[in-house]
Nanobody, 125 residues
Framework: QVQLVESGGGLVQAGGSLSLSCAAS????????MGWFRQAPGYSPEFVAV????????VYADSVKGRFTISRHNAANTVYLHMNSLKPEDTAVYYC??????????????????RGRGTQVTVSS
């Protein structure tokens, strides 16, 4: 069982930066790929970024490439999402999620075994 708790959301002006954290419980954190997703009102969850269990592989959505960076600190059971040059269209609830490295489609939220409750990010224009 893995429990995930996001933090770091808030209100920021367009062009600003924000960093999210996701703390995971469990002893096998480095066996899991960790993904970030976001969901705006009225929309389905959208893939943002994923990082492999060992941290060597990352994938980003085109909409955030060059602006967001995903990283992880396995000793601290934590994954991060550093967001720069934020835009109003980045406004959403951001969720972290965990799935075994070798299973499931990384871009599909419902194929992650564990999901956090989310943290709100609001970008004002």
């Amino acid at each position: 069982q893995v429990q995930l708790v996001e933090s770091g959301g808030g209100l920021v002006q367009a062009g600003g930066s924000l960093s999210l954290s996701c703390a995971a419980s469990g002893r096998t954190f480095n066996d899991y790929s960790m993904g970030w997703f976001r969901q705006a009102p009225g929309y389905s969850p959208e893939f943002v970024a994923v990082i492999s269990g060992g941290g060597s592989r990352t994938v980003y959505a085109d909409s955030v490439k060059g602006r967001f960076t995903i990283s992880r600190h396995n000793a601290a059971n934590t994954v991060y999402l550093h967001m720069n040059s934020l835009k109003p269209e980045d406004t959403a609830v951001y969720y972290c999620a965990a799935k075994p490295d070798d299973r499931g489609r990384y871009y599909y939220f419902m194929e992650y075994d564990y999901r956090g409750r989310g943290t709100q990010v609001t970008v004002s224009s």
